[in-house]
């Protein structure tokens, strides 16, 4: 998968998961996905998007306007994992319970051998995390983990048990990226790609240099008048944008 512009094509199938049914169906196959399947169960979405190749889980971010996603967004306590290991958010793991069941089935019918890949944006890429563990659990080979904008998910453990190809993309100063806090217990998963102030993504980035970038990313939003710059960086449409030119070339996992 690598040297694809997998980055770019997982990220539109993200923001496409924004969408019903009947929306999003000719944007999937616009990107080459000529089936598709829409579940939406209590408030919790996701699209299931394939072809002769590829299986595809894109799961819907928050929506501002759903009691469900900001009741899932801030209820931070963790609860031991269901159908995999460790501890992981409880209101994301809620959510991801209204889809288990209808989503794995799903899976099992109509995957076979076309390479299964799963994503999401914001709260839709906590769900992905959380899917595609339990999945790799249950014995499917989850060939790619993609992530846009993802709060932290689950604890050290959890973290661990996640033997799963994971491209974690973070836009600047996105603020989302920082949730949960740390010092409670949650860990991130994945190889970062870390997308700069400048639309560039760069692999192998340390701490300080991304401070320094995001310093200087919050300055030129302050100087354009973008006052919310960590919220700004945090939309599915900028992280697509970005993406557009980018081609992964590297197969680093657990940077």
Not at 10 to 16: F, H, I, L, T, Y
Not at 154 to 182: A, C, Q, W
Not at 183 to 196: A, P
Request: charged fraction near 25%.
């Amino acid at each position: 998968m690598n040297k694809e512009k997998f980055g770019w094509v997982m990220a539109k199938c993200s923001e496409a998961a924004y969408m019903n049914s009947k929306e999003a169906k000719p944007l999937y196959k616009g990107l080459g996905f000529d089936k598709h399947k829409y579940f939406d169960i209590k408030g919790a979405q996701c699209h299931a998007a394939y072809n002769k190749e590829y299986f595809v889980l894109a799961f819907r971010g928050t929506e501002v306007k759903s009691w469900s996603d900001i009741k899932a967004d801030l209820n931070v306590s963790s609860v031991n994992a269901k159908h995999s290991y460790g501890k992981v958010h409880e209101g994301f793991e809620k959510e991801v319970d209204k889809l288990w069941t209808r989503v794995r089935d799903y899976v099992l019918k109509q995957c076979h051998d076309r390479k299964l890949i799963v994503t999401g944006h914001s709260l839709g890429a906590s769900m992905a995390t959380i899917t595609a563990a339990r999945l790799k659990t249950a014995g499917w080979n989850v060939n790619g983990l993609y992530t846009y904008g993802s709060p932290r998910v689950g604890n050290e453990s959890f973290k661990k048990s996640l033997d799963i190809p994971h491209y974690r993309f973070v836009n600047n100063s996105d603020d989302v990226t920082k949730m949960p806090f740390y010092h409670w217990g949650y860990r991130h998963h994945g190889g970062l790609r870390y997308i700069n102030s400048k639309g560039t993504v760069e692999l192998g980035t340390n701490v300080v240099r991304r401070t320094l970038d995001r310093l200087a990313g919050r300055w030129s939003g302050f100087k354009n008048k973008d006052y919310f710059d960590g919220l700004s960086d945090h939309s599915i449409t900028g992280y697509a944008d970005n993406l557009l030119e980018y081609v992964e070339e590297t197969t680093d996992e657990n940077s």
